[in-house]
């Protein structure tokens, strides 16, 4: 196979997200620089490409035949589609979802309605502009309030949860203020928490679910910031998780069933939780979700089931240069040479 330029689209992480949140979807230079070992370790050449304000003109000229788009993007909601969008309108292929599916699961509430409109379990939920808004009838506690165009469990910690409407609107306040964004709040469903990923194109598979054992159990357990920020001792994965097989087929399903909904392309990491009977809720759909080596679910997810970090960026790859050749023209056959005689 002929080495490809691959370009590497990322946002550099320079906060330290322990102290200030603004950052915490960005990649650390150590993670672009394990994703580029692992890139090249399938035979390309990796171009870096920072996706700031100068990426428009740097990718022009960059000459890559393929993005691996990682980027989380800038400011606002459809700021994870700026990269692939680019990569549009530049007519190169790149990995992962496309604009429209990146944008309709970053706005949480969003993805919410076309999960429910195509018949997967998410929990009851309710948009918050103000904190003034009536709650819908026969709303039931506890919930948790999220900001609603976040990720890595940020603006969520153990006050999250809440129990009656003067709490819920408080933190639906402090979300609105602090993030200058609407607060979602959720029916809060208490029980195990699951995530798996599903990785390939044109046909993805689900690898089995990954429990993610909070180590210190209270009643009202959440994968907060923190924790995500400092696992070691507070958190335990368990993969494959031990569920009965109905319930990791079902998982496994509607993981799947997700997927399609958003049109999602190479890589996603669905979340769940499963309540008191049991029964499987999908949280959030993500479609970039962190590829840390030994750190992101995704990947430790990949590696309880044998698949190595290597092979998981292969996978993801995949797809791309899939898609790279069913748009690329084939070269130019040489003419047939006349038969002798
Ligand atoms: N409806 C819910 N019921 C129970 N826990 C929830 C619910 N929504 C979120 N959580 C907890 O908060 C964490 C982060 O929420 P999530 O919606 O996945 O946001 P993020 O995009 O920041 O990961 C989840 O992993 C889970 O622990
Ligand atoms: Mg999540």
Redesign the pocket.
């Known amino acids: 196979m002929t080495p490809l330029r691959v370009g590497l689209t990322y946002n550099l992480k320079r906060i330290d997200a322990r102290r200030d949140d603004a950052e915490a979807e960005y990649d650390s230079p150590k993670t672009v620089a394990a994703l580029a070992a692992a890139i090249a370790a399938h035979g390309h050449r990796v171009v870096r490409l920072e996706a700031n304000a100068r990426l428009p003109v740097r990718l022009a000229r960059a000459g890559v035949d393929l993005v691996f788009n990682l980027a989380e993007g800038g400011l606002g909601r459809s700021r994870e589609a700026h990269v692939p969008a680019l990569c549009e309108l530049l007519g190169i292929p790149y990995t992962g979802s496309d604009p429209a599916a990146l944008c309709v699961t970053l706005d ?1 509430a969003l993805g919410k309605r076309v999960l429910r409109d195509g018949g997967v379990p998410t ?1 009851d ?1 309710l948009v918050c502009d103000t904190g003034r808004e009536p709650l819908p009838r026969g709303w039931r506690f506890p ?2 309030v ?2 609603n165009l ?7 910690t153990g006050a ?2 809440v129990d009656d409407e003067a709490a819920l609107r408080r933190r639906c306040r402090a979300m609105i203020r602090r993030y200058r964004q609407s607060a ?1 709040v ?6 195990r ?1 699951f ?1 798996l990923g599903v990785v390939g194109w044109p046909r993805p598979a689900a690898f089995p679910p990954m429990e ?1 054992v909070f180590l210190r159990a209270g009643a009202r ?5 923190s924790l ?1 920020q400092d696992w070691v001792g507070k958190v335990e994965y368990v993969c494959p998780a031990r569920i009965p097989q109905r319930l990791d087929a079902e998982m496994r399903r509607l993981a799947l069933d997700s997927f399609r909904l958003f049109g999602c392309r190479d890589v996603a990491r669905v ?1 769940f ?1 499963v309540d008191e009977r049991g029964r499987p ?1 999908v ?2 759909l ?1 479609p970039l979700p962190g590829l840390t080596p030994d750190y992101s679910d995704i990947v430790l997810n990949a590696a309880a089931v044998g698949i190595g970090y290597e092979e998981l960026i292969g996978r993801i790859l995949a797809g791309g240069l899939r898609r790279r050749a069913l748009t690329t023209p084939a070269r130019p056959r040489r003419a047939a040479r006349a038969p002798a005689g």
Do not use: H, M, Q
Request: charged share 30%; net charge neutral.
């Open positions: 949480k929990p939920f919930a948790i999220k900001p976040e990720g890595t469990s940020k603006g969520i999250s949860v979602l959720e029916r809060y469903v208490t029980g928490e995530t993610v357990t959440v994968y907060d910031y995500k979340d939780r809720w949280i959030e993500n």
